[in-house]
């Protein structure tokens, strides 16, 4: 069963910086095409942040262009965010997600992130 481990969350000062990972099964990559995190805070639909496909394709909301960099390390079956210049607006718990066509989405168990004003 693939799962998806999230780590590197914390609390962090306007401005600061923080990578967060998300650990996962050995090939992951090449078995679900598109790896992406989203995040949710309180009382709020859970959005998409940042997404990076098996080609190295990569999508930023508009909120985080310019900030926040998505990578992958195949050889530790680890996907990260990068984010930098943080803002209290980006204060949430992040999640990492798995996506494959005609299947059902894995998602991780998420990291909370809190950016100090």
């Known amino acids: 069963q693939v799962q998806l481990v999230e780590s590197g969350g914390g609390l962090v000062q306007a401005g600061g910086s923080l990578r967060l990972s998300c650990t996962t099964s050995?090939?992951?990559?090449?078995?679900?095409?598109?790896m992406s995190w989203y995040r949710q805070a309180g009382g709020e639909r859970r959005e998409l942040v940042a997404s990076?496909?098996?080609?190295?394709?990569?999508n930023y909301a508009d909120t985080v262009k310019g900030r926040f960099t998505i990578s992958r390390d195949n050889a530790k079956n680890t996907l990260f965010l990068q984010m930098d210049s943080l803002k209290p607006e980006d204060t949430a718990v992040y999640y990492c997600?798995?996506?494959?066509?005609?299947?059902?989405?894995?998602w991780g168990q998420g990291t909370q992130v809190t950016v100090s004003s």
């Open positions: 997600k798995a996506e494959r066509p005609f299947d059902r989405a894995v």
């Open positions: 050995p090939n992951i990559f090449n078995v679900y095409p598109m």
């Open positions: 990076l496909t098996t080609n190295g394709r990569t």
